[in-house]
């Protein structure tokens, strides 16, 4: 006799359980019906079910890998700002397209770069040449402030500063006057003959000042070589003569006596 368990599993099953009794009662053969369908043991069903669970799962990390690469590519996108490529795309191309936005970058990087270092050189050429006007400044104004006062007025002092230029020389990290290609020193004691006194020696020797008494200078107005006019007065009648009336009163016409009083033996009083 089945215990009534069995019987309801086997009802469950779709079994007719009566006629199974039966017919395990009769001692002829007998007709049993069988419900149609597959029957697991727990084994299988435990199989099946871990399947089931492992294939969710794989099924789960591959859609969560999906979804990560597409945030991942949209933010790298959005980021970088890429064209031409969508969160879909496979990342091979996203890190090409990447790449390839960087290196422009780079190149407008170094541009920059590349501009800023030539302001810079620019900047440092400007500098240079500021400081070197400041001292260029510097030294004509205390040259002008040693400038005699009974200097002639036939040429500005910008002038006069620009002829004794050449005749300025540095001797042990000190200004002196050089006079007919020697230097001048005191007779006593034969130190460097201070700035002034030497440019007031210059003026007198070039005779640029009205206190130089004229004498000694015999032919001095006569026409002498390749130098030429020897005197103020005569390089001014031959200039206007030349270039018309109201010719002395050019800047070229100072330019040229400026020319000419480079020359030691030219007399600006005469």
Not at 44 to 64: F, H, M, P, S, Y
Not at 137 to 157: G, H, I, Q
Not at 213 to 218: D, K, P, S, T, V
């Amino acid at each position: 006799m089945l215990k009534q368990e069995d019987k309801d599993k086997l009802k469950a099953l779709g079994f007719d359980v009566a006629q199974l009794e039966a017919g395990f009662k009769s001692e002829t053969e007998s007709i049993v019906t069988i419900p149609i369908g597959s029957f697991f043991t727990d084994e299988t069903i435990l199989a099946r079910d871990n399947n089931k669970i492992e294939e969710g799962k794989k099924a789960g990390i591959i859609e969560g890998k999906t979804a990560g690469f597409e945030i991942a590519h949209k933010t790298i996108i959005e980021k970088y700002n890429l064209k031409d490529v969508t969160k879909k795309d496979e990342t091979s191309k996203i890190i090409e397209a990447l790449t390839l936005s960087q290196g422009k970058g780079d190149e407008g990087l170094q541009g920059q770069i590349l501009a800023l270092q030539k302001d810079k050189t620019d900047l440092e050429g400007k500098i240079i040449a500021i400081e070197g006007e400041k001292k260029t400044f510097e030294r004509n104004a205390n040259l002008l402030s040693m400038l005699p006062k009974s200097r002639l007025n036939t040429l500005n002092d910008s002038e006069y500063i620009s002829l004794i230029q050449s005749s300025i020389e540095e001797v042990d990290g000190k200004m002196a006057i050089k006079l007919n290609g020697e230097i001048l020193r005191d007779s006593k004691t034969q130190d460097l003959l201070p700035m002034q006194d030497g440019i007031t020696k210059l003026f007198e020797s070039r005779k640029w000042l009205d206190s130089v008494q004229e004498g000694g200078r015999g032919g001095s107005d006569k026409l002498g070589g390749a130098a030429g006019i020897k005197t103020f007065s005569g390089a001014t009648e031959k200039y206007v003569k030349e270039h018309g009336e109201g010719s002395d009163m050019t800047p070229e016409y100072r330019s040229h006596i400026v020319e000419l009083a480079k020359d030691p033996t030219f007399d600006m009083e005469k």
